[in-house]
């Protein structure tokens, strides 16, 4: 979609590994001499971290989610013009940690937001803009509860929250499905070292 | 557009009087048994208060005109969300100082946005909803500009910026000459008392 740069972002549920596995594809890609501009949603700008402040300061009374909704791309839309589209255009290549898939994830499958009024607004913000390659870290819902549960942040991962994120899964895999070309489902229940041997197959080949 | 009360904004370029005219409005309306919410944009909301404050902090740097446009329309979502429609939907009245027809006249007409992009935006966040009466206060830019000089508000209305304010006069004309069956637009040159004369004789005759 860009002049130079190729756009990468990197999708998972919790306890994918998507911290642990972003540095890899970083040094990866720069091993093989491509200059890698690393990110994330939405804390890319300092607009952005100024709505993800001002977005879990207004937990109660909630927001409407068209205001969420609303909040995230207007981050989005920032995190493009100054960190996104400038990278791309000296021909760097930008890895983001979540992007708009996430948003069909979270607020489309897991809260129920049409996709339709999602799709709206990428197309608002985004243009003909898409991630030349999507990689969605996936594993079980239960093994990634098990997961975060073991790092001690229960609270992040309520049990009864497991069909939320299930939803989530899902939707991500069903996405994935309708774009074979620029999506890779990367298996992440293994240990480690495992999803980076996986990860390297994925992105040699694509290379 | 609403099951009980109906919605009123007013709009205006700067000098136009808006801030005294609001209270008129309110009174007028109240005189006649009609119970009334009076509010604004962006600040309606405590949400709309921390955009509003996050909208000031990002001068410089300038956010991105998008980014601006989607924190305005945010702003709408929580004020409709947690303002508009519920007092609407008690059957009060709600009397908003600038709505949409601000963003078409200062981001649009103003700032060159296409109006095609801020309607898909007032679609998204307002569905069907439209002001059931727009209210317009016009006056010849120079003569505003004279009066808010008076008030010793210079920084606020550079002379360079004529042209910015002649755009945006033109905008809220032509969007009431397209709709005339909603939009009154009120001659606001005279006195403080001729204008309320002709407040009066709109109101008046749209109930």
């Known amino acids: 979609m860009s002049a130079g740069g ?7 549920v919790e306890g994918a590994g998507k911290s642990t596995q972003l540095p890899f594809i970083h040094g990866f890609l720069q091993a093989r001499g491509v200059e890698v501009v ?7 700008t300092r607009l952005g971290e100024g709505l993800r402040e001002l977005l879990l300061a207004h937990r109660s009374p909630p927001m409407a989610s068209d205001t969420e909704l609303m909040l995230m791309f207007a981050a989005r839309a920032e995190h493009l013009d100054k ?4 990278a791309l255009d000296r021909g760097q290549w930008v890895v983001c940690d979540r ?4 948003t069909y994830a979270y607020q489309g499958g897991g809260r129920g937001v049409p996709a339709p ?3 709206a607004l990428e197309d608002w913000v985004q ?7 999507v ?13 975060v549960h073991r790092r001690g942040e229960h609270d992040r991962f309520e049990r009864e929250a497991q069909g939320f994120f299930e939803r989530i899964r899902q939707t991500y ?34 290379l």
Chains 1, 2 share one sequence.
């Open 173 to 206: 895999l069903a996405r994935a499905r309708e774009r074979p070309g620029r999506y890779r489902v990367i298996d992440a229940a293994g240990s480690v070292e495992e999803t980076q041997a996986r990860l390297s197959e994925v992105l040699e080949a694509w």
């Open 83 to 86: 960190v996104i589209h400038p």
């Open 127 to 133: 243009g003909p803009l898409r991630p030349d390659l």
């Open 38 to 44: 690393l990110t994330r949603e939405p804390g890319g």
């Open 6 to 12: 190729r756009f990468i972002t990197v999708e998972g």
């Open 99 to 102: 992007f708009t898939d996430a």
């Open 117 to 119: 009024r999602i799709q």
């Open 135 to 147: 990689l969605i870290l996936d594993l079980p819902v239960a093994l990634g509860m098990e997961r």
